[in-house]
């Protein structure tokens, strides 16, 4: 018998040690590595500075399953913003992942 309750979600993986790493290095081979660079950075730091204190790794386990989505969608993002597509009613990526923490 396990302890957790069947209703509850399973916890995603944790992602590789070498995951922010990689990302920081995919963002800064892509074209918009000007504004990502300096945001992951500040996502990182908080994350960071909050694990510190809470002896826990999920803030940035969150920072670093955030970052690998953005970059996974930014592909789709500039192709439909190319075609002229308008982003005016667009949603928060917040607003799809949840709040972090």
């Known amino acids: 018998m396990s302890a957790r309750p069947e209703y509850a979600p399973a916890l995603p993986p944790a992602p590789a040690p070498t995951a922010a790493a990689e990302l920081l290095a995919r963002i800064r081979a892509d074209r918009h590595a000007e504004r990502w660079e300096p945001a992951f950075a500040r996502d990182w730091e908080q994350a960071l ?7 826990s790794l999920s803030p940035l386990h969150d920072v670093v399953r955030t970052w690998q989505v ?16 308008d982003d005016s009613d667009g949603t928060a990526l917040d607003d799809l992942l949840g709040t972090r923490r």
């Open 49 to 55: 500075e909050y694990a510190r204190h809470s002896y």
């Open 70 to 85: 953005r970059l996974a969608a930014a592909p789709a993002v500039d192709a439909f913003l190319a075609s002229g597509g």
